[in-house]
């Protein structure tokens, strides 16, 4: 079983940047694909960003694409979402998610998901 702890959030005007970390309890974090998720107020949850049990593959959604980069550092259980040239479409409930696999460059979401952490970007 993965325990998922979100931070870094906050408010940033637009156009700035925010790093979340996502720190997971458990011995196995390195035998998981990790994954970012966002859910604005009214909106269904939508995938941002997925990085392999290594860290060699990177996925994005288009919406984040060359502003967003995720890391992981295995050594420390911890994978990272930073986040430049904010929007206030950015603006959401920002949650990570460990899988079993990143299959055909799609991230099916698995069944540990962290509490969230509020982004709000202001214009």
């Known amino acids: 079983q993965v325990q998922l702890v979100e931070s870094g959030g906050g408010l940033v005007q637009a156009g700035g940047s925010l790093r979340l970390s996502c720190a997971a309890s458990?011995?196995?974090?390195?035998?998981?694909?990790m994954g970012w998720f966002r859910q604005a107020p009214g909106k269904e949850r939508e995938f941002v960003a997925a990085?392999?049990?290594?860290?060699?593959?990177?996925y994005y959604s288009n919406a984040v694409k060359e502003r967003f980069t995720i890391s992981r550092d295995n050594a420390k259980n911890t994978v990272y979402l930073q986040m430049n040239s904010l929007k206030p479409e950015d603006t959401a409930v920002y949650y990570c998610?460990?899988?079993?696999?990143?299959?055909?460059?799609?991230?099916?979401?698995?069944?540990?998901w962290g509490q969230g952490t509020q982004v709000t970007v202001s214009s």
């Open positions: 458990g011995r196995t974090f390195s035998s998981y694909a």
């Open positions: 998610n460990a899988a079993s696999a990143v299959s055909g460059g799609h991230y099916a979401p698995g069944d540990y």
């Open positions: 990085i392999s049990w290594n860290g060699g593959r990177e």
